[in-house]
């Protein structure tokens, strides 16, 4: 009988146009994890903390999207509770809101509530117009519409995303789902819904022009995407809004800038009247819009911060404390501001190492400082005590060299900082973390316990992971450690061994081989040194290893293998 039934939901389901319900969706985050299944609720976590800060800049019908989008969140991190409480708010505040029933449902089936799970499928099918026999009358259209709207709106949010043609595909899905709740929905959306939609389906097309002006003959692939996403600006600009039309100029802006991008100009600047428009003045007329809304000045920082102008965003940033200067009311531009400061900070560092450049300003560093303390007063969180113990680790160490002590009391607050990261929820899991951790505990002279930070961080790595940073940290504190000698000195050797092991495992073999070159060049004495030690030992493989790293490839693929090898 359970079979029979089974089927019979299997075949109303294909007969369905559109299921609502955020569960049945083909996300990474409904699927088993690839990784660790502490890999998969970090990002999780990370994920719903950053969409937070969203649900307060949407408006209108698309606020739902957002709490729907926390609710599936919070159900993949076994906060079921959490869950229900989300998608029962939905269905109070907004009755015809299908995802949020068809959510509540599954939570209350997953609970084992089998009588309020029944009693959410009937409502489901009830504004669906099933029971009715009327799937098609105009208010269940216009239900459909917007169901279809929120699972669109969740396919960029989805997690395990760092392969470009996975996000594609979700951008992608995204909007086919756009579009076909237009034409479900039709001249039935009102007009100011309608052009919220266009303006999130641009903002698409943006990130999808993104990828593909990456690939190999991008010109004439990219062109569809970038005219589709300007004339949808356009409607967008008819947004009554002020702070989604001067979000809008903003983009406008991005998309006339990319204009020199193409080898002829794209026909939707002159279909849309742009031809005389200049990108600054649409940059201008966005921050005019948002001159008294501390909110929006705050998302014009975030959209120029990541579109790498600085002083741009710095000014956004500055704008919004002079409307809201109270720290627990607008805590976002504290924050931003100082990892403006923190990033431009970094980039002088590193053109300081390559020779190119004036030792940094330190001055960045106290204003970060300054900045973090007024938010940390009134919000404690994980990613900035994070960004906090950064700013002390520079402040820490030396501008041009930086292995070199030169405050020992700013090195011993960003451990305290982390100490107090490190207490967050899921503070644990990021490597990022422990690499800091690490790199201060080395500073003070703790090799051994620098190495340890290390290790976990590589544990924490994604497979497949192309950063080095943690292998090329814990590898060279292993190496410290065999040439600080000890009374055994074959433990380092043997650590040293296992983690290249390890390492081999974990990242792509070009990586691995990578680090090792470089393990090579840098801190040649001390391999030529180990590389003795294994040899009197008759510990040969690291020193093959070593070995294949220097010589030349042909030499590498002409010498007959002892064993082989699978990089599956």
Known sequence: MEADST?????????????????????????????????????????????????????GYLQYAVRNLLGLLAFHLEHFDTAEEIFRSICKEDPGNLNAWANLGYVYDKLGRELDAGECVDKVAHLMGLDAGEPFQDEARLLAARCLVEQAYVHPYDVELANEEVLRDRLTAALTLYNRALDYGGQLIPIEEKRSWYFKMATIYIRLDDIVKTKVDSEYSRLSHYNKGLKLLKEALELEKTQQKALTWCYVGIMLERKEEFTTVPMSIHDCGYSATDPLSCYGTAINLASDDALTLNLLAKIFFLLGKHEMATGMCNMALNVLPDPELNWQAYCTRAKIN??????????????????????????ARKDLDKVLTVRQCLRTHLEMAQVYYYMGVDALQESLLVDEGAVNSALVSLSHALQCELGDSLPDLHVLRGRCLQLKGEEQNAADCFKRAVELERPRSTDTTALRCLLQALLTLFMQGGPDPSLAITQLELWVQKAEDRYPEDIVKSVLRCLYRTRTAEVTELSRALIRTGRLDLVRRLLETVMPEQLVQKRPMARSFSFA
């Open 7 to 59: 089927v019979d939901i299997e075949s109303l389901m294909e007969d369905m146009d559109y299921i609502p319900g955020h569960f049945h969706l083909h996300l990474n985050l409904n699927c088993e994890p690839v990784g660790p299944v502490k890999l998969r609720l970090r990002d999780t976590y990370l994920k719903q903390e950053s969409l937070r800060g969203e649900l307060e800049a949407e408006v």
């Open 342 to 367: 923190m990033m431009l900070y970094v980039r002088d560092l590193e053109k300081v190492k390559l020779g190119q450049g004036e030792i940094p300003d330190r001055q960045k560093l106290t204003e």
